[in-house]
């Protein structure tokens, strides 16, 4: 099949699936995670958090590129070999066999209708949905040390270089989890709040949600879109848009630091200065250091300084996602971290 060729949304083996009632949020997941038999030995990988919890906030699309392109299931496994920069796709048991053109065709068919996702959930060590740390293989039989993403994780991360992506085993990790979720999130709210009604407004009104998330996620970030927004008054308002997208989704890109989420605390302790006595203000603070020290999760701190933000805030602060996220609160993310 050449690229030029229509694959039909069945052929590319893409079913929608959701539990939700709400309007959900869209996010693409490998197939074997949501317990379709597709796997090489006509299994699955069924992950329970995605199955189970996600699935009750986002709208699942599944797609397995492997059963895209022909290959059936069970089938011989397949591996990465020859140049980590330009791999081929070989059948394991068939060192030297390339079926990386009957791969990529419709992978690369699908992954052009995906602009309407907020996020993607991979399936981790598969040389054609890994993230990262796939193996390629040379002539030898031995691995090179440069390890790379699987084939169709390439083409994803290509065309959307900002969409929030993760392997579904590093969703075990907390910091990693809750990273994911807050970018899922903070990704469909700018294309629903920003995007469908571009205007300088739209991008200062999400801007002026998000201050306290950016400056918990990087100093600098926070600093360069604040300048973005109050200067380079020649640039048009899709560049504007655009760079303060990139500016963004980069600074969300990593966990924050806990240090930097004291910081952010302290910065919101400051509406209360006028409003709560100082012994309230200090137990606060207490509070802070003690969840710097690691002694308590970041659900303390905050669950006390909503508690009075909600009372003595100005409305400027209430509507900051840093201490009324977008997501449901019912994901406890931040329980943990
Ligand atoms: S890892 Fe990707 S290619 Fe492999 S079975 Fe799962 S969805 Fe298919």
Redesign the pocket.
Known sequence: MNSNETVTPQALHFVENSKSKEPAIKVGI????LGQN???NGGH?RSNYCDDTLQNHFSFET?????AAGFGAPRPTLRLEGDPNAPRLAYSNKPGSNVIDEFLAPSQLYVETLDHLDGYIL?KK?P??GLSRIKVYQENGNPHTKQRSGL?TELLQKKYPYLPIEEDARLNDPALRENFILRVYAHHEFRHCVDAKLSMHALLEFHSRYKYVVMSQSQPAYKALGKLLSENRSMSIIERRDCYFSTFMEALSKPAKRRNHCNTLMHLMGYLKRHVESSIRRDILNVIEQYRRGEVNLTTPMTLLQHYLKHYGSEYVKQQRYTSPYYPSELGIRNQI
Do not use: H
């Open positions: 490998s197939s074997c995670l597709v796997r090489f990988s797609f397995c590129p492997e059963m399936m598969s054609s949905c169709f």
